[in-house]
């Protein structure tokens, strides 16, 4: 009797979701699946999900591993190997497993994958001659059971140092899930910090880096938050606020993004971020959703408590007017944030407005004459020297359209420099540029590129007298060339050397502009794999068994964007 209430009470507890599960959500999300990605514990993360990065969302969580490569990453349930990834960059060595209950598995940043996967993905990059490969194998080619080690944690691809990059996803949308809905626990009882607080007098115009911001101090600790010697602020017309706010776990944490932001006023909700899920081709949204002007000016991430018309992201609910809000009726109100974390701890931050005609406050925007771009069209500019053309959906808000002319720089430049508005105004797809070229860019025109004031590359292709090119921001641009071949820089080989003993050959690779388009290596004229990681310039090979022992001939050709070659040759021993 005692066996059967207590397996009563277990189905009972494993039915009702846990409180981070049902937090701004209405899915159910299994459990008990999913087993942990790693043995290391306790679960510790340097990254968490949701947290703001460099023009996206990060879309799962960063596992530590101990500042170590080489712990065993095991398959977090039963399925198959879904995708097959290695790239120079991005995630580096990655891999997806998609299972039987509707969801996929991402690990990535990856040092090797397991035997067996090795194997497969070794055979793809000989039969395309290429070390970069994306592949979609059937789900019969590589079945895994739950439990089983698939790879081991690494720093590749863009990895800032050692650790397991993973996440969860709707295997038919794609959309990226945040992992601790599904059970997967980190050890938490912390609330999140609330560092600061903002408040942008909006007064019915789109939101810029010209719009008048106030900064209030924030003091507490354990969840309790109040402004620092300010316990009601004056405020007239309409206003949007923002805070600063990250949060931390138990033990080994970095400072981790927070899983919801709610805004009341008077006890309702005029505003409420969550981030449960989201589709990456949103994630560029997070310039729109933090003060983005304040970011690039100051690296600080205020997280905006109003929404832009122009926004795309699905991860707003409760809205009032957008969060944009109009004290006019000389009353009291008392507003509160709640900041919740992903395992459900709270931080709020209550404050009072004492609504006040008087306290407006609207700073014109400098007169500067400029084109009024909407933000839900095709917008275009042109002139004789110069066209852009800003896509639907790429601007956020409404825009008064800025630009200049600035004098040809001295040094390999084919234009005038362009300023094209700022750099202070996102973009969600960024925009078309065409740049008209000097006559004297006719003999190099096959070179020609787009580049920033800061001389990096936005590519380019030449086309009936103009440079054609798709930068991601707003910016100041100009034509230039290359006609540079890359460098290669032998490390641990020369011409002659016997490599007896050594496992691998080793060298750096770099371009001076358009960027590396591709590298290949060949030993007695047979193509053969070379690994390469971006951020250090590495790139190698490892020897096997077709390397007979002998004397072999090696060369490596490596090709830049603008199709620049340099050939390095030589003769080795084995």
């Known amino acids: 009797m005692i066996k059967k209430y207590f397996l009563l009470l277990i189905t009972i507890l494993l039915s009702f979701p846990t409180f981070s599960q049902h937090i701004f959500s209405n899915n159910k999300y299994p459990l008990v699946d999913f087993r942990s990605p790693l043995d290391i514990t306790p679960a510790a993360l340097s990254g968490s999900f949701g947290e703001i990065r460099g023009n996206h969302f990060h879309s799962g969580m960063d596992y530590r591993t101990n500042q170590r490569e080489g712990y065993p990453v095991y398959a977090i349930a039963d399925g198959y190997i879904s995708r097959l990834r290695v790239q120079n960059s991005g ?62 944690t690494g720093n590749s691809g863009s990895s800032g140092g050692p650790h397991l990059h993973f996440e969860i996803r709707d295997t038919k949308t794609e959309a990226t899930i945040n992992p601790q809905l599904f059970g997967l626990e980190i050890p938490d009882n912390i609330p999140p910090v609330i560092h600061s607080m903002y408040v942008y007098r909006l007064n019915n115009k789109p939101f810029n880096e010209y719009v008048p911001k106030q900064y209030f101090q924030v003091i507490g600790a354990n969840g309790k938050y109040n402004l620092n010697k300010v316990s009601t602020i004056n405020l007239g017309g309409e206003v949007g606020f923002g805070v600063i706010t990250t949060d931390r776990h138990n033990g080994l944490s970095g400072t981790n993004g927070v899983y919801s932001i709610e805004l009341e006023m008077d006890g309702k909700h005029v505003y409420t971020s969550a981030l449960e899920r989201f589709s990456f081709e949103n994630s560029k949204g997070i310039n729109s959703h933090i003060d983005y002007p304040t970011y690039i000016n100051t690296k600080k991430s205020i997280q905006k408590s109003f929404v832009d018309p122009g926004n795309p992201l699905k991860i707003y609910y409760n809205l009032v007017n ?4 109009t004290f006019n009726d000389g009353k ?75 004098p040809k720089p001295a040094v390999n430049a084919y234009s005038s420099i362009h300023q094209i508005h700022n750099n202070l105004t996102p973009l969600h797809t960024g925009f078309e540029l065409w740049i008209k070229a000097d006559s004297t860019l006719m003999q190099y025109k096959d070179k020609a590129v787009i580049v920033n004031t800061g001389r990096a590359s936005q590519g380019g292709y030449f086309e009936n007298g103009y440079v054609k090119a798709k930068p991601r921001n707003f910016g100041s641009f100009f034509i230039s060339i290359d006609t540079i071949p890359p460098t290669i820089t032998p490390l641990n080989i020369e011409n002659g050397k016997n490599m007896t003993g050594i496992s691998k050959m080793s060298f750096k690779i770099r371009d001076n502009l358009s960027g590396i388009k591709s590298f290949n290596g060949y030993i007695d004229g047979k193509w053969i794999l070379m690994e390469f990681d971006t951020k250090s310039a590495s790139l190698w090979h490892t020897f096997d068994e077709s390397t007979a022992p002998g004397k072999h001939t090696l060369e490596i050709i490596v090709t830049d964007m603008k199709d620049n070659i340099k050939n390095y040759s030589i003769t080795f021993y084995k």
């Open 322 to 325: 957008n969060g944009r809000i």
């Open 91 to 152: 995630f580096g060595l990655a891999l997806y497993i998609n299972h039987p209950n509707g969801y996929t598995s991402v690990y990535g940043h990856l040092q090797r994958f397991g035997p067996k996967i090795a194997q497969q993905v070794k055979s793809i990059q000989y039969q395309k001659k290429s070390y970069e490969i994306d592949e979609f194998p059937n789900a019969q080619l590589i079945p895994v059971r739950k439990g089983d080690v698939i790879a081991y």
């Open 332 to 406: 009291l109100h008392q507003m509160k944030y709640t900041i919740t974390d992903s395992k459900g701890n709270k931080s709020t931050l209550a404050f009072n407005v004492q609504a006040n005609a008087n306290s407006t406050i609207d700073t014109p925007e400098p007169k500067i004459p400029g084109l009024n771009f909407a933000y839900g069209v095709v917008n275009e500019f042109n002139n004789d020297e110069v066209k852009a053309i800003i896509p639907k959906g790429s601007l956020y808000n409404d825009l008064n359209f800025v630009y200049k002319k600035l």
